[in-house]
């Protein structure tokens, strides 16, 4: 995959060239990206909390609070969901 900025305006591009309005393609491709990120999340980092923690905080020096927040917070309930399907 390209870097995630590259991605979201590839799908941005590709819903916009479909017919829907740009601000609606804008916000459907970050909301795809922010779930293929989560989905990235688990798979890269699951059962390891700590490394899990260590790229949020990237994410928080990156992109500020609120994302890594958003980000976080997600995560944490998309982990609670993939560890009950693991027992």
């Known amino acids: 995959m ?27 491709a970050r909301e795809e990206m922010h779930r ?4 990235w999340v688990i798979r890269e980092f699951y059962p ?5 923690a260590d790229y949020f905080l990237r994410v928080e020096k990156h992109r500020g609070v609120a994302p890594a927040k958003r980000l976080r917070d997600d ?4 982990w609670a ?4 399907k693991k027992k």
């Open 48 to 52: 390891d909390g700590k490394a899990a």
């Open 81 to 84: 969901i993939h560890r009950a």
């Open 75 to 78: 995560c944490r309930e998309a």
């Open 2 to 28: 390209n870097d995630l900025f590259e991605e979201t305006l590839h799908r941005e591009g590709m819903k916009i060239d479909s017919g829907i309005p740009e601000k609606e393609a804008k916000e459907q």
């Open 36 to 39: 293929c990120e989560i989905q």
